[in-house]
């Protein structure tokens, strides 16, 4: 799966990979503030899901939006937009099952 989650107290955006049950995964990042599930793709191919975080990371780097920690946590007000133009412009096969709506996380 591919995710994008944002918190709002701090504005920051993040995006990452998983494989399997997201819900242990976007449960940590619900803990650490990220809450808000902006974007759940889930059921992707084999490499589909590290080409499109290649994709994103390179569209960030070309646009000159450098990462506030690690390689995928983001100033939203920077980065947000960008994620979300190439995850939603990305040529996925026609299986993919789309979760685009926000949602929230609760931590367990």
Do not use: C, Q, W
């Amino acid at each position: 799966m591919f995710y994008v989650v944002v918190d709002e107290v701090s504005n920051r955006v993040k995006f990452g990979i998983s494989s399997g049950d997201p819900r242990p995964r976007l449960g940590d990042h619900a803990r650490a503030g990220f809450e808000v599930v902006v974007r759940l793709l889930a059921d992707l191919p084999e490499t589909v899901a590290p080409d499109l975080e290649r994709d994103v990371k390179a569209t960030l780097t070309l646009a000159g939006i450098k990462p506030i920690r690690g390689r995928e946590y983001f100033d939203r007000r920077f980065a947000e937009a960008v994620i979300l133009d190439v995850v939603d412009r990305y040529p996925f096969p026609a299986a993919i099952r789309r979760l685009a709506s926000p949602g929230t996380v609760t931590p367990s």
